[in-house]
Nanobody, 121 residues
Framework: QVQLVESGGGPVQAGGSLRLSCAAS?????MGWFRQAPGKEREGVAA???????GYADSVKGRFTISKDNTKNSVTLQMNSLKPEDTAMYFC??????????????????WGQGTQVTVSS
Protein backbone atom coordinates (compact mmCIF):
# COMPACT_ATOMS: atom_id res chain seq x y z
CA GLN A 1 0.00 0.00 0.00
CA VAL A 2 1.12 3.54 -0.75
CA GLN A 3 0.07 6.59 1.25
CA LEU A 4 -0.02 9.94 -0.51
CA VAL A 5 -0.10 13.27 1.28
CA GLU A 6 -0.79 16.48 -0.62
CA SER A 7 0.03 20.02 0.44
CA GLY A 8 0.13 23.50 -1.02
CA GLY A 9 -3.46 24.29 -1.89
CA GLY A 10 -5.31 27.41 -0.83
CA PRO A 11 -6.94 30.58 -2.09
CA VAL A 12 -5.30 32.67 -4.79
CA GLN A 13 -6.34 35.46 -7.11
CA ALA A 14 -6.64 34.95 -10.84
CA GLY A 15 -3.28 35.26 -12.52
CA GLY A 16 -1.47 34.07 -9.43
CA SER A 17 0.53 30.92 -8.76
CA LEU A 18 0.42 27.95 -6.43
CA ARG A 19 2.69 24.99 -5.96
CA LEU A 20 1.20 21.65 -4.97
CA SER A 21 3.34 18.91 -3.50
CA CYS A 22 2.65 15.25 -2.90
CA ALA A 23 4.77 12.91 -0.82
CA ALA A 24 4.45 9.16 -1.27
CA SER A 25 5.28 6.63 1.43
CA UNK A 26 7.21 4.52 -1.09
CA UNK A 27 8.41 4.56 -4.66
CA UNK A 28 5.88 4.51 -7.45
CA UNK A 29 6.59 4.58 -11.16
CA UNK A 30 3.81 6.94 -12.20
CA MET A 31 2.31 9.89 -10.37
CA GLY A 32 -0.27 12.41 -11.40
CA TRP A 33 -2.52 15.23 -10.39
CA PHE A 34 -6.26 15.18 -10.86
CA ARG A 35 -8.97 17.63 -9.94
CA GLN A 36 -12.65 17.59 -9.26
CA ALA A 37 -14.95 20.59 -9.11
CA PRO A 38 -18.38 20.39 -7.49
CA GLY A 39 -20.84 18.63 -9.75
CA LYS A 40 -18.16 17.57 -12.19
CA GLU A 41 -16.25 14.39 -12.84
CA ARG A 42 -12.69 13.95 -11.72
CA GLU A 43 -10.34 14.90 -14.53
CA GLY A 44 -6.66 14.44 -15.21
CA VAL A 45 -4.49 17.53 -14.98
CA ALA A 46 -0.92 16.33 -15.36
CA ALA A 47 1.04 13.12 -14.99
CA UNK A 48 4.65 12.02 -14.99
CA UNK A 49 6.58 8.78 -14.81
CA UNK A 50 10.01 7.95 -13.48
CA UNK A 51 11.55 8.25 -16.94
CA UNK A 52 10.39 11.87 -17.08
CA UNK A 53 7.60 11.43 -19.60
CA UNK A 54 4.79 13.86 -18.94
CA GLY A 55 1.21 14.41 -20.00
CA TYR A 56 -0.98 17.49 -19.58
CA ALA A 57 -4.60 18.32 -20.05
CA ASP A 58 -5.09 20.82 -22.87
CA SER A 59 -6.62 23.29 -20.43
CA VAL A 60 -3.39 23.59 -18.42
CA LYS A 61 -0.71 23.27 -21.08
CA GLY A 62 1.73 26.16 -20.89
CA ARG A 63 0.54 27.13 -17.40
CA PHE A 64 1.18 24.06 -15.24
CA THR A 65 4.38 22.07 -14.85
CA ILE A 66 4.70 18.69 -13.20
CA SER A 67 7.94 17.33 -11.82
CA LYS A 68 8.92 14.15 -9.98
CA ASP A 69 11.71 13.53 -7.52
CA ASN A 70 12.39 9.80 -7.58
CA THR A 71 14.80 10.04 -4.65
CA LYS A 72 12.13 11.56 -2.43
CA ASN A 73 9.10 9.72 -3.85
CA SER A 74 7.41 13.02 -4.47
CA VAL A 75 5.68 14.95 -7.21
CA THR A 76 5.12 18.67 -7.56
CA LEU A 77 2.67 20.66 -9.64
CA GLN A 78 3.63 24.26 -10.32
CA MET A 79 0.52 26.17 -11.34
CA ASN A 80 0.91 29.61 -12.93
CA SER A 81 -1.54 32.03 -14.50
CA LEU A 82 -4.35 30.48 -12.51
CA LYS A 83 -7.91 30.99 -13.67
CA PRO A 84 -11.20 30.77 -11.77
CA GLU A 85 -12.01 27.63 -13.75
CA ASP A 86 -8.99 25.96 -12.11
CA THR A 87 -10.89 25.99 -8.83
CA ALA A 88 -11.28 22.41 -7.63
CA MET A 89 -10.12 19.81 -5.17
CA TYR A 90 -6.78 18.56 -6.41
CA PHE A 91 -5.77 14.96 -5.82
CA CYS A 92 -2.43 13.25 -6.11
CA UNK A 93 -2.46 9.73 -7.51
CA UNK A 94 0.13 7.05 -8.11
CA UNK A 95 0.68 3.58 -9.48
CA UNK A 96 3.48 1.09 -9.77
CA UNK A 97 3.18 0.89 -13.54
CA UNK A 98 2.91 3.19 -16.55
CA UNK A 99 -0.77 3.85 -17.26
CA UNK A 100 -2.09 3.21 -20.72
CA UNK A 101 -3.79 6.59 -20.55
CA UNK A 102 -1.84 8.82 -18.20
CA UNK A 103 -4.71 11.21 -17.48
CA UNK A 104 -7.33 8.53 -16.87
CA UNK A 105 -8.17 8.41 -13.14
CA UNK A 106 -9.10 4.75 -13.48
CA UNK A 107 -5.47 3.89 -14.26
CA UNK A 108 -4.24 4.92 -10.80
CA UNK A 109 -4.38 2.69 -7.79
CA UNK A 110 -3.39 5.00 -4.93
CA TRP A 111 -4.94 8.34 -4.04
CA GLY A 112 -4.37 11.16 -1.61
CA GLN A 113 -7.07 12.95 0.34
CA GLY A 114 -6.94 16.07 -1.78
CA THR A 115 -6.12 19.73 -1.33
CA GLN A 116 -8.45 22.58 -2.24
CA VAL A 117 -7.46 25.22 -4.76
CA THR A 118 -9.71 28.26 -5.00
CA VAL A 119 -9.04 30.92 -7.63
CA SER A 120 -10.96 34.16 -7.31
CA SER A 121 -11.53 36.60 -10.13
Amino acid sequence: QVQLVESGGGPVQAGGSLRLSCAASRYTYSMGWFRQAPGKEREGVAAIDSDGSTGYADSVKGRFTISKDNTKNSVTLQMNSLKPEDTAMYFCAANYFRPRAVLNPGEYRFWGQGTQVTVSS
